[in-house]
T-cell receptor, first 114, second 111 residues
Framework: DAGITQSPRHKVTETGTPVTLRCHQT?????MYWYRQDPGHGLRLIHY???????DKGEVSDGYSVSRSKTEDFLLTLESATSSQTSVYFC?????????????FGPGTRLTVT | RKEVEQDPGPFNVPEGATVAFNCTYS??????FFWYRQDCRKEPKLLMS???SGNEDGRFTAQLNRASQYISLLIRDSKLSDSATYLC????????????FGRGTSLIVHP
């Protein structure tokens, strides 16, 4: 299995509080991604990174920001959490130089916003 | 039309059956294609890439039909452990590795 960890694995927080989720990889892959998965919607891309300090928005980026200061770490921040951000968040990595587009996922973070 | 569409199922089949899923995509310039498997409350895991000539991995066969813009997954001799959701994934064209996921097809294999 690819070396990807996510922390925390579970979190309950209150509306309006800031939340940061961390994704850490040991594979030295160039691309990192944050997704959310909700019933009826499947996996939706929030933000992605194609290198250190290089990030871009996905289809559901409103209310989220990201940072990547090191190859191995990709942080997702909810500046002011809302109940609509209750979801399961997955981080993924890929390295197009090795196998075009194949992604490997972390175990996920279950976030509940009350 | 959604970029990647799958029949959500569930497909309910007995052990030993052969089952096939299709997935259609809208962007004719899409470059690469994959099937992932996701177990309940777990992360998606790569099942297999889909190559233009078709490819097989044990009981699993994947096919790509560019003319009709669909990919398929065939599972032979279904096992109870094959019960999962199968996600179709299509990568955008142009070299940016930004995949689009289908919503998945649920498979239930029963004794």
């Amino acid at each position: 299995d690819a070396g990807i960890t996510q922390s925390p694995r579970h979190k309950v927080t209150e509306t309006g509080t800031p939340v940061t989720l961390r994704c850490h990889q040991t594979e030295n892959h160039r691309y990192m991604y944050w997704y959310r998965q909700d019933p009826g919607h499947g996996l939706r891309l929030i933000h992605y990174s194609y290198g250190v300090k290089d990030t871009d928005k996905g289809e559901v980026s409103d209310g989220y920001s990201v940072s990547r200061s090191k190859t191995e770490d990709f942080l997702l921040t909810l500046e002011s959490a809302t109940s609509s951000q209750t979801s399961v968040y997955f981080c993924a990595i890929s390295d197009p130089g090795q196998k075009s587009g194949e992604q490997y996922f972390g175990p996920g973070t279950r976030l509940t916003v009350t | 039309r959604k970029e990647v569409e799958q029949d959500p199922g569930p497909f309910n089949v007995p052990e030993g059956a052969t089952v096939a899923f299709n997935c259609t995509y809208s962007n004719s310039a899409s470059q690469s294609f994959f099937w992932y498997r996701q177990d309940c409350r777990k992360e998606p895991k790569l099942l297999m890439s889909v190559y233009s000539s078709g490819n097989e991995d044990g009981r699993f066969t994947a096919q790509l039909n560019r003319a009709s813009q669909y990919i398929s997954l065939l599972i032979r001799d279904s096992k109870l452990s094959d019960s999962a959701t199968y996600l179709c994934v299509v990568n955008r064209a142009g070299g940016s590795y930004i995949p689009t996921f289908g919503r998945g097809t649920s498979l239930i294999v029963h004794p």
